[in-house]
């Protein structure tokens, strides 16, 4: 279908849909089930078995089971079935953390993805892109990725840059009307808009006329099919890591093997020893539980309302020192209410807060009727008019008694919806405005002339522009004043009297909104915005409060103590700015205030000479952002940087961790950022950095604990060879230790809450290697202590009954275990094992108690005797196995305790 061909009423025929009311929920879910979910295909993913196959593919566990065949061949048939169990029970662990990691990171690309404002039913509303069907009226506006293909039916300035379709960089201006032609290219099907692209400026209707596959995008979608698998730095590193320890570990395991045989012990003992020692000392799922511990991070995040776009932001965060926040709705409730009114030389003072219409007016104490003020109700009326907000009205049952408790929306921006709540207030209604007003044309607001117009035409019959936007930017374009019923000439008295006003609001912590207009003549037309907003007349100001959210300031003290600035970037005035910034606790004794102007006049180079005395950036345009950035960045700063529009997206992409608002923001900015807040609440900033640095602290803690046990099992059965001693240990033993009590408590160690004082701790160096701050020495030292203790307990119980060698081969397999298991609770803080409660953490205390019974049942219940080649020990053994076991950590946690106090 050539819909660039058809009329408006054409093409809504043929898609069966109504312009003023859309789709029912009903007709959606028909068109669903016949033209599927508004998706690409994606690549083929392996299937479940082949991701499982795919856990045996280890070089070290393929020897192994040839191992095992071997055992089998040779007649151990108890032996070679319980190592076959052991393997495939290690394989399932492993392809259950690989499908959670990949459901994690699928629920992660659900939970940001793009959507659409529909109309359904007669109600605009959001829905995800993949539930948009042919039919569908779609709003669009700057910022915005389109979710489907357009055909648009009205444009206000309307430009989208197609590139990701036709190359061509530079956006396209488009119009709604039909084009005649035969076959046009799809860079010149100027009324439509294309899945994938992105509306740089203004605003537009379309109605759906292609989703998913049937969209042009769909016809390249090959070149989205290709999955990349996320990895972060950390994996990377570890997967080196990982590499270097398989050689340093196969030196050791072959060591063992080497001096074992020649001191006589049976060559195929020896092998299948060697062989389970390398299985259970080669770390080959670090990389698999850190997805995992990440996996189950993000998922922590997502339910503090902090949605990680980027793997390598949750890394990021636990290093970020500086966050530059948007003011707007981060760190405000983002409830903009109007609590004053200035024209004409009068101050009048409004009632009431939030999206609530209902309010009174006064000025200077004495309650007044707004009907009798003119200018007044021209101030009002005006800024209702010049407007896109929506008031909506829900009706919720609340409490026991299911009372009927009316609630007020704002459907669009804040500021605009304060305009309207203004208007209400003063008794005015949308349906009454527009009985005498209609909009004729749009110039929309954007951040470069900071200011938005509409052409609106009266019951009469006569045009006229109304402008509004920043004070100063308003009164530079205007000539003229209203006062009483006269206009006057804009003289610098008048204008002075206007930026007191303006001064005076502002030094209240309100921000101010100017309106103006001008009458057009008869044959006059603008096309373009700066043919309107010129010799204009200037009506008034309206101030507005956006009240601090109430957790901010508890926010922004807790970053400081951990070692993180804040900076609050608005365009607000500069008097407002530090008012509110003083208020939440950014705005220091010895702070700046810097303001756009002066921004502009700066160098980068000069202004890093004084950012770090900066504490507010005011009157700031989105490109001064990333200036702000490259100058953090160039003082050896980690930058977070929110935002939410179009032109935000650069310094949000430039920034090291990128946040873009999940309310306020539009998809490009989404698109650029590494994370995203679902509440565009700072507090959550602050919570998912104090995540991050958890995350990675939860990393090195079972990096500690894994290769102190694997360090501890090599030395162990090193120096019972290097001592001429029997195997302390035996093949069967090794790969239960491996499993049970190496997996479950390493897991646990992942999901361990953050230590009291991570948000108190300066921000980690991101050059710091994993092994930093004494890791490396807690490791050797732990596992040097568990490979003696065990050794020793084995030594003591074989020269008690030097023939009873499977007793002591069964004491020092306990102590091993018990010694890992004392040691996991050591892992979890960086000072001792006395630091913290050692029950906070219950998934730890629950894989501690289950690895604990798993282990009695192998050693006390006899069919498993047989198996593991354990026997059931008496009370003065178990005081042997227990006392030492708890030597490394007790003890040598009990010195530190003293050293550290």
Known sequence: MKWYKLEEQEVTSSVGTDLKTGLTEKEVEKRLKKYGPNKLDEGKRPSALFVFLGQFKDFMVLVLLAATFISGVLGEYIDAITIMIIVLLNGILGFVQERKAEKSLDALKELSAPQMQVLRKGTWKKVLSAQVVPGDIVKISSGDRIGADLRLLQSNGLRIEESSLTGESVPVLKQHHSIAGADIEIGDQSNMAFMGTLVTQGSGIGVVVGTGMKTEMGKIAHLLQSTTTLITPLQRRLEQLGKILIAVALVLTALVVIIGVLQGHDVYTMILSG?????????EGLPAIVTVALALGVQRMIKRKAIVRKLPAVETLGCASVICSDKTGTLTQNKMTVTHAWSEGKLWQISGGGYDPNGTFSQNGKKIDPSKERKLQQLLSYGWLCNNANLLEKTTKQGMLRKQVTEYVMDGDPTEGALVVAAMKAGYTKGGLEKHFSRVLEFPFDSARKMMSVVVKDAKGRSFVITKGAPDVVLGQCTKIAYGSNEEALTSKRRKEVEVAVEQLAGNALRTIAIAYRPLGTKESCKQPFEAERGLTFIGLQGMIDPPRPEVKDSISECRQAGIKTVMITGDHKVTASAIAAQLGILTQKGKVLDGQMLSKLSVAELEEIVDDVDVYARVSPEHKLKIVKALQAKGHIVAMTGDGVNDAPAIKAANIGIAMGITGTDVAKEASSLILSDDNFATIKAAIKEGRNIYENIRKFIRYMMASNVGEILVMLFAMMLGM?????AIQILWINLVTDGLPAMALGMDQAEGDVMKRAPRN????????????KILSRGFMIGVVTLVAFWVTLQADPSDLTRAQTVAFVTLVMAQLIHVFDCRSEYSVYHRNPFENRYLVGAVIISTLLMLAVIYYPPLQTVFHTVALSG???????????????????????KRK
């Open 275 to 283: 062989v389970s020692l390398a299985v259970a000392a080669i770390p």
């Open 726 to 730: 029997p195997l302390p240990l035996v």
């Open 766 to 777: 991101p050059n710091e290697g994993v092994f930093a701050r004494g890791l490396t020495w």
């Open 876 to 898: 003065h053994e178990w005081l042997l196995i227990l006392g030492m076991a708890s030597i490394p950590t007790v003890v040598l946690g009990g010195f530190q305790l003293v």
